[in-house]
């Protein structure tokens, strides 16, 4: 079943379907990542949306799409990182998976941050993970293009100097990122 939902797309207001459960419209989960290749927190990967038609195209954004129904989230952000980047994730940072038995387990995930569109924003809860990940970018159109590793220095100057080129989602991330690379925290 799907739901409406009216949403911003950058020019004006739009109806969009959504999924629906018990009869009310759900927020669509998604994994995102910020992507650092192994023992260097001062290097991520940033990409410019590659979606036509969509009011977020070539907005700087982190890898990441739709956590499907039953996937373990590092498997999620693992598939996500692969096909928008080209690049091979090796360690997922907070994500602990705990087999019940043969048929059940549940994950728990202890992301650096999650945020959700609010007030005419796509109706999404955006999992932030922290990934570690190896091999060269390459953009994969119709998803992403201009992938590259960005200095974090050069990241905050693109922020303070124009905010409006992130999608908002990734540009929360991003200040949660900042903010945790900023302050001292325990590992």
Not at 115 to 132: C, N, Q, W
Request: glycine share 10%; charged share 25%.
């Amino acid at each position: 079943m799907t739901g409406r939902y009216e949403m911003w797309d950058g020019s004006g207001p739009v109806t969009v379907g959504v999924p629906v459960s018990g009869g009310e419209n759900v927020m669509v989960p998604v994994v995102r990542a910020v992507v650092r290749p192994p023992g260097d927190a001062d290097q991520i990967i940033l990409q410019r949306r590659d979606e036509p038609g969509e009011s977020v195209a070539g907005l700087f954004e982190l890898p990441g799409g739709r956590w499907h129904a039953g996937e373990d989230p590092a498997k999620a952000i693992a598939r996500e990182v692969a096909e928008e980047t080209g690049l091979r994730v090796v360690t997922v940072a907070g994500v602990a998976v705990d087999r019940l038995d043969e048929r059940r387990g549940i994950a728990t995930v202890r992301p650096l941050a999650v945020t959700a569109g609010v007030e005419g924003a796509f109706p999404a809860a955006h999992m932030i993970l922290v990934v570690d990940a190896v091999g060269e970018p390459r953009a994969e159109p119709g998803e992403s293009a201009d992938v590259r590793w960005w200095s974090l220095d050069a990241v905050r100057s693109e922020m303070a100097r124009n905010r409006a080129a992130f999608i908002p989602s990734s540009f929360a991330a991003l200040e949660a990122y900042v903010a945790w690379i900023d302050d001292p925290h325990p590992a």
